[in-house]
Structures are given as C-alpha cells and as structure tokens.
C-alpha cells in the first residue's frame, strides 16, 4: 500500500518543484549500503535531471521532478515469492511488481531498492542505468 501511496503523491506533486517521497528507514547492513548507493546514483536519468524530494533523505532519489523516483533500504516485496523469477538487468535482479506496473524493486544481497517509472519513461532503460551503481553495492 506504501508503494501506491507513493506512486500518488509523485504523480500529484510532478511539476511542482520538489516531490514528496515516504522515505525508508533502512536496518542494518542496508544504511551503509544505502550511504554508498547515494554517492553513485547519476545526475540524469533517461533524459530526466536528478531532482529534490521532501522531507529530505538520503535514501531517496528523484529524476524528473518525481516520473522516476528511488527508496533505498525498503522492505522485501509483500508480493515477492520466494520462487518467483527476478529480470536480471546487468547482473542485478529486479523484482516486478504484477499489481503494479511502474513498480521494480532491486533484490541484493544487503538492500532492497524501490524504483517507480512513469509511464513516459522506458523502464528498461531507466533500470538498466540503475543497475550499475546498484550493482557496485554487492563489489561487481
């Protein structure tokens, strides 16, 4: 339910400047995880420029004022099996979400990374650019 709340308040606030983002509370090996994924994440994002969020975190990330957005440190998907197959996009696994089509989320080995895609965004390119820095987490 957090995710559509999410997904809500992006589509709501885009083009209104800074975009409003529930931010994770990351436990564990995930907060450093997550303080190096901020470090990597790029300043463009299939054509969109990084933007800010509210309450500011840095577990969170957006591009497009809020069309694409990022949590670090969330919980594993309620809807993810534990036989269900991840899409492997250079070398990270990417969970799906079937109820919600904008919805990926990056499966490693100390953090789950939450993505929203808007629909005038290419999900497979805006996770394909995501991959890499999500992929220095594990050393690859």
Same mark, same amino acid.
């Given at each position: $339910?957090?995710? #559509? ?29 997550? &303080? ?9 994002? &299939? ?8 309450? *500011? ?22 809807? $993810? ?10 070398? #990270?696994?990417?969970?799906? &979400? ?10 490693? &080995? ?9 629909? *005038?965004?290419?999900?497979? *390119? ?15």
């Amino acid at each position: $339910m957090r995710a #559509v709340t999410v997904l809500l308040v992006l589509l709501t606030l885009a083009g209104c400047g800074t975009v409003q983002v529930d931010p994770p509370t990351p436990q564990g090996e995930a907060v450093a995880a997550c &303080d190096k994924l901020a470090g990597l994440l790029p300043e463009t994002l &299939d054509g969109a420029e990084r933007g800010t969020s509210t309450p *500011e975190s840095p577990y969170v990330a957006v591009w497009g004022e809020g069309t694409i957005a990022l949590r670090c440190g969330v919980d594993r998907p309620s809807r $993810m099996a534990p036989t269900d197959q991840l899409r492997e996009i250079g070398g #990270v696994g990417w969970f799906a &979400d079937p109820d919600r089509p904008t919805l990926f989320t990056a499966v490693t &080995d100390t953090a789950y990374v939450e993505v929203t895609v808007g629909g *005038e965004h290419v999900a497979g *390119e805006v996770l394909a650019d995501l991959s890499g820095p999500i992929a220095r987490l594990a050393g690859r």
